[in-house]
């Protein structure tokens, strides 16, 4: 067994010996007996690297990924394809092994990477400001909540149902921490319904929540739902976009968004069954100061060279302890370099084709399956890269996809309320692809 | 200016650097979109004109190579722990095996769908709950939650369950006692709890006071937050009798991980009493710290903590089947998407079943003795830069630079910059805030006899070197990409992305 260790008996002998002590076990004299743990850890014991790793694989054996089928599960995370180059540069050490960028003098690089990605989501959102990255994108969207409840202090939070569902519980846990109430307006047609909306906002309405396009894949109208709140005044006007989407959809700094969040996961990043991704964070330039996270800014050294600090710092824990606006320390770097290498790789026109091609394949998709005897849109609203099906009553959603999936086909993800499914279209999955998903499909309804 | 200064000052150079935005040129591409392979739909009928963009986002155009010579030219702008010493207190800098890589690219997690149904994804549950199980061995507490997204996480995850806790008992309990020489996280997490921060004061031996602990103890009280050994390197041996003041009036005690690595498998938090405990997997568990991420800040919790904990949870069953369980009524709910940050999951487990309970003990005894060892070798500079509590550490240890300020003229900020000329990174600085002009030394085990003498060699020549010409530490870095930067400019006048006309 390796410990990645170095020191020999003799060196140890050495150590020891500078210390003026007799073992190792002197050093921990300090933690009373009775504290001491009188017996080995129960654990495995420690294996060589080529068995470690035949385990590993062994249990990466027992999961059916991405490669095993032909899957249509979205849900917050797609199955884009990563090129190659993101995981050369990701895994170059310089990027992999240091800390958070506390010496800018030795970390120019990882400092300009924060600054590029904050300019690439700055861009995609049409949004002023952004930070360099925060954990995923549920809770990037609880602390826009945050981010409200400490600029108005307002006690009420008004969330759209067509926000993912792991974003409203996480802003409820929140909010169940600093004080706000979560209110849900139920979707109409697949999407917000715009007079439950307009009935739940007013003064006590801290922030507004909506996903674009929805949980349900419809896209919504942002700028309609968003001129509701601006009747009311001083609401922080909150929404979690697909950053795919943004290559066609209009920016939400075009439609009254201040916040802008979203889960970075398909820039770049793998699906890695739920993370490590990035959650991005963008705003308007109103709530620079009250940004949760790091934020690497431009700057000039003593003999005038062009560089980047972490900047604005004293918005952070580690200065302002209790008056921190976010306790946020480590987040999603790495990740977030994933993010602008593949929008660089993607580019201005290539963002733009891969959301055509996919609002196209979508609407292929989604008319296919919907010629299936019994399956029908569980809304009619315009989508971009995913859409849901109601599966007719004897077709349990569940067994339907038990059976696809024997057929080497995941189908999407079930919505049991709904007894409906939820399809997700990425570049990955072709015409034949469909093709294959409505025929399995047409069998297992059958 | 001295002549060694001309020597040492000599200009690099270097053209001055560009972004990616500055890069490329219009019409350059390294995306071939695959070929529209269904019948086209005019565009405006599948997404109306009002909901459209009309300018394609500024994005980069720009070739491959370019991309590549790009970003491989940053990166060497990087300093990292694959290249050199990283001694960055409180950070655990450990050497981070490459097999953990290897194995965590593995198709079977990398490509494995996060709502992918739990029947087709039992290898990567039965990871989760084994890195549970040997997390609640480590830390022995019974029950653990992977969730969280980096250890401050964990930590709002803790005073969560805490207040949680407390108002299931019909309690209301509005303060949280941390002591002065916590992480910046600790109190900043307490206010986004919506709870109140009550210091506690630090004794002459580095520890908690106890009389302004029993002062500031009571029903109010919701939580103490510790780390143990704290920030100065130092066990807190009261540990016992402060566990007992916290329970005595019904509070709750919690563990900030960020030191566990001085202790696996020598003691525990759970039976030192604590509650809750937070785990930094990218510290003790050697998850790549990605230049600021990503963590993972797993929890472990008491039994009667246990209902609170935040879904979904991983569940066995008599077969030995995994599957993921939502309904847990009292639960604080969930604090991410999904279940965590499962790569690193892969990567932590991967490394427990290399060391087992003998090398994560030896691991520990390692980062104790290299840390006393350094300690022990910048002795030989006590007098500028004396060791701030006790006289000897665990994992790792504090010095004040306040003599070295006072005699030499020397911050700890111009040493630390003179450091990164020697190669190194340098320390911890201005932390813990209680120690003047402090110096925070983590070596961690992963580091040799030789990087430890070497490392101790340049504080002595930089001191030696000070106390001929302090202006060569206070003008330092030379070596580096750039030099100091103004970073009181840049706040005042923030640019935080590129203009792009």
């Known amino acids: ?446 | 200016m001295s002549d060694t200064m001309v020597e040492r000052t000599a200009p690099v150079a270097q053209a001055e650097t560009k972004t990616i935005f500055e890069k490329g040129a219009p019409g350059r591409r390294a995306f071939v979109a695959p070929e529209l392979d269904v019948p086209e739909v005019d565009r405006a009928t599948l997404l109306p004109a009002a909901y459209r963009r009309s300018e394609p986002a500024r994005l980069p155009e720009i070739s491959e190579p370019e991309i590549v010579r790009h970003y491989v030219n940053l990166s060497k702008r990087n300093f990292d722990l694959d290249s050199g010493f990283y001694p960055l207190g409180s950070c655990t800098m450990k050497h981070n095996p490459r097999l953990h890589e290897r194995v965590a690219g593995l198709a079977g997690h990398a490509r494995l769908h996060p709502l992918q149904h739990p029947k087709r994804a039992q290898g990567a549950l039965e990871l989760m709950w084994n890195l549970e199980r040997a997390l609640s061995e480590v830390s022995g507490l019974p029950h653990v939650s992977l969730q969280p997204s980096a250890g401050s996480h964990g930590e709002l995850a803790g005073v969560l369950l805490s207040k949680a806790y407390h108002e299931d008992r019909g309690e209301t309990r509005t303060k949280v006692l941390t002591p002065d020489t916590a992480h910046g996280t600790n109190p900043a997490t307490v206010t986004m709890a919506g709870m109140e921060v009550v210091k506690v004061g630090t004794n002459a031996d580095g520890g908690v006071d106890l009389d302004d602990l029993r002062a500031k103890a009571d029903t109010d009280v919701a939580c103490l937050m510790l780390t143990n050994p704290n920030t100065l390197g130092v066990f807190d041996a009261n540990i016992a009798e402060i566990a007992e003041i916290v329970h005595g009036v019904g509070a709750t005690l919690y563990y900030d991980g960020a030191n566990l690595n001085a202790i696996m498998g020598i003691t525990r938090p759970g039976d030192m009493g604590f509650d809750i405990v937070h785990f930094n997997l990218h510290k003790s568990f050697t998850q790549p710290h990605g230049g600021g991420g990503p963590g993972s800040g797993p929890i472990a919790v008491s039994e009667r903590m246990e209902p609170y904990l935040m879904t979904p949870r991983i569940t066995r069953d008599d077969a030995g089947a995994f599957d993921l369980s939502f309904d847990h009524p009292k639960s604080i709910g969930r604090l991410r998407g999904f279940q965590g940050n499962y790569g690193t999951f892969v990567r932590s487990y991967a490394y427990i079943r290399s060391l087992g309970a003998e090398g994560l003990k030896d691991a520990s005894e390692t980062a104790v003795l290299n840390a006393n060892y350094l300690l022990a070798r910048l002795g030989e500079v006590a007098e500028h830069l004396p060791l701030a509590y006790g006289r000897i550490c665990m994992h790792e240890f504090v010095l004040s630079g306040a003599p070295m300020r006072r005699e030499l003229g020397l911050k700890t900020l111009d040493l630390a910059k003179r450091l990164l000329d020697f190669g190194f990174h340098p320390p911890t600085v201005y932390f813990p805030l209680l120690v003047d002009e402090a110096l925070l030394i983590e070596p961690t085990e992963t580091e040799t006899k030789e990087t430890l003498d070497a490392f101790a060699d340049a504080i002595k020549q930089i001191l030696a070197e000070a106390a001929e010409d302090p202006e060569i530490a206070r003008n330092a870095p030379y070596t580096t990409p750039v030099r100091r930067l103004d970073e009181a400019g840049a706040a005042k006048r923030p640019v935080i992305r590129q203009p792009l006309g």
């Open chain 1, 1 to 446: 067994m390796s410990t990645y260790t170095a020191v020999t008996e003799a060196d140890r002998s050495a150590m020891l010996e500078a210390l003026g002590v007799e073992s190792v076990a002197e050093l921990f004299a300090g933690i009373p007996d009775a504290l001491r743990l009188d017996r080995p850890l129960d654990l495995p014991p420690g294996q060589p690297e080529q068995e470690v790793y035949a385990h590993l694989r062994e249990l990466a054996a027992r999961n059916v990924s991405a490669e095993d089928e032909i899957g249509f599960v979205g849900g917050g995370m797609y199955d884009h394809y990563v090129p190659a180059l993101i995981d050369m540069l990701m895994s170059r050490s310089e990027f992999l092994t240091p800390y958070t960028p506390y010496q800018p003098e030795i970390s120019q690089g990882g400092l300009q990477v924060m600054f590029e990605y904050q300019t690439a989501i700055s861009e995609l959102t049409a949004l002023p400001v952004a930070n360099a990255s925060v954990y995923e994108g549920p809770s990037a969207l609880a602390s826009a909540g945050y981010l409200a409840k400490l600029a108005n202090g307002r006690p009420r939070f008004v969330v759209s149902a067509g926000v993912h569902p792991h974003s409203i519980e996480t802003l409820r846990t929140y909010a169940f921490g600093f004080g706000a109430e979560v209110v849900e307006v139920p979707l109409r047609d697949g999407v917000t319904d715009p007079d439950a909306w307009r009935a739940a906002l007013d003064d006590q309405t801290g922030a507004v929540f909506v996903q674009n396009p929805n949980f349900y894949g419809a896209v919504e109208d942002v700028a309609a739902l968003n001129a509701a709140a601006d009747e009311v005044g001083g609401v922080v006007k909150v929404a979690a976009y697909d950053p795919i989407a943004l290559g066609i959809l209009k920016p939400p700094g075009e439609c009254g968004v201040d916040v802008c969040v979203g889960e970075g996961q398909p820039l770049g990043n793998r699906l890695d069954f739920g993370g490590p991704s990035f959650g991005f964070f963008a705003a308007t330039e109103a709530y620079l100061r009250r940004m949760p996270g790091r934020i690497a800014g431009e700057t000039r050294d003593v003999d005038g060279r062009r560089g980047f600090v972490l900047t604005l710092q004293t918005r952070e824990q580690h200065i302002r302890r209790e008056k921190a606006t976010s306790n946020i320390c480590t987040a999603q770097a790495l990740n977030a370099l994933g993010g602008v290498v593949y929008l660089a790789w993607l580019g201005r026109q290539g963002l733009v084709e891969l959301g055509e091609l996919l609002l196209q394949r979508t609407h292929y998709a989604r008319e296919a399956l919907c010629a299936i005897d019994g399956v029908e849109p569980l809304h009619r609203q315009p989508v971009i890269r995913e859409f849901a099906v109601r599966l007719p009553e004897h077709a349990p959603v569940a067994d339907v996809v038990e059976r696809c999936a024997e057929q080497g086909v995941n189908p999407g993800l079930a919505l049991e309320a709904d007894n409906a499914l939820l399809v997700a279209i990425t570049e990955q999955r072709s015409r034949a692809d469909i093709d294959r998903l409505a025929e399995v499909l047409q069998e297992a309804i059958a």
